[in-house]
């Protein structure tokens, strides 16, 4: 039996695959391996992955493409201004399109890295990070919300739980009532919905109860939201109407953003460029400087990279925990 031939000339595979979205019907899979193979891609990746395609075509580019031309094209995008770490993305993508269409990747080409590298060297790749909102902020912010009304009953709450559980913007909003295990101890809550967990595999993050005489406890603040808002099944956090009425739809990351920006202009923090993630940063930063080991600390964040978790730990003082404080 012929076996077939998945080799196309360029032209030729232009003509079948000049599209902005990942398709693998063009591959010979089956409907039910082509699910497995979307399913190994999360889907934020995916969707990030089709707009940096519509980006590369709005510029003329055509898929598949050549070296030449993507280092062409990542120079021109470079010139406009974006980041490195966009265009190495970019790069990606187009990467991921080529292996996809099981094609071979001009990105990886000795003429496009270079292009990269150069890029990397002509400008400044310092990655801005989010500060890091220490506990102390923490107090300040909460203490600048009224938890008597829903709106921020359901902030406060949020801003709890992304602080001490080390979430993600994207994974807070997402959890259900469902995810919550309740234990005298605290809270156990299971994570489905992960930017670094591809594989399915099952999270958990352990949240502690504070003791009665605090007002700061993420669990007695998650059981007065539930109580107040009457959810007993479904998303936990969902949009709340300006007259106060709950809403049926999961409240999406940016309402976050936006909440956490009026909540940090009335504590007179607005100043300080904090985002939502920098609760995850302040939570690993705080456990740190209170002598909590870099286990105990990945246990909740999720860390399973010990150059990526350090990376997250901010001083906010650069005196503060100094190697030379000793005279």
């Not at 934020?44 to 031309?69: C, F, H, W």
């Not at 309402?255 to 009026?262: A, E, G, P, S, W």
């Amino acid at each position: 039996m012929k076996k077939p031939n998945h080799s196309l000339s360029l032209a030729a595979a232009r003509q079948r695959s000049n599209q902005d979205k990942l398709s693998f019907n063009e591959l010979g899979l089956s409907r039910d391996a082509r699910r497995l193979l979307s399913e190994s891609v999360s889907p934020n990746t995916a969707k990030a992955m089709r707009s940096d395609l519509k980006v590369y075509q709005r510029a003329g580019g055509v898929l598949p493409a050549s070296e030449i031309e993507i280092a062409n094209y990542l120079s021109a995008q470079n010139a406009l201004g974006k980041k490195p770490a966009t265009l190495e993305r970019y790069a990606n993508s187009l990467h991921m399109w080529h292996r996809f269409h099981n094609l071979p990747s001009p990105v990886r080409t000795i003429t496009v890295r270079s292009v990269l590298r150069g890029i990397k060297k002509s400008r400044d790749t310092r990655q801005k990070s989010a500060p890091a909102l220490r506990l102390k902020e923490l107090h300040s912010l909460l203490d600048a919300i009224d938890r008597k009304t829903l709106h921020g009953l359901r902030d406060s709450t949020i801003f709890l739980l992304s602080f001490y559980g080390a979430f993600r913007r994207s994974e807070v909003v997402a959890l259900t009532y469902q995810d919550i295990e309740w234990r005298p101890e605290g809270i156990i809550i299971t994570l489905r919905h992960s930017k670094t967990n591809r594989s399915g595999r099952i999270e958990t993050k352990s949240l502690m109860r504070a003791p009665s005489d605090t007002s700061y406890c993420p669990v007695a603040t998650l059981e007065q939201w539930l109580a107040a808002s009457g959810i007993v099944k479904g998303a936990i956090f969902r949009g709340v109407s300006a007259k106060g009425k709950l809403g049926a739809g999961r409240m999406v990351p940016q309402t976050l953003y936006i909440r956490m920006l009026k909540a940090l202009d009335k504590a007179g923090l607005a100043s300080k460029g904090y985002t939502p993630h920098s609760f995850r940063a302040g939570f690993i930063t705080e456990a740190h400087l209170r002598g909590k080991s870099d286990v105990q600390i990945k246990r909740v964040s999720g860390h399973r990279d010990q150059n990526t978790f350090e990376r997250y730990i901010r001083i906010a003082d650069e005196f503060e925990n100094n190697a030379g404080d000793f005279f």
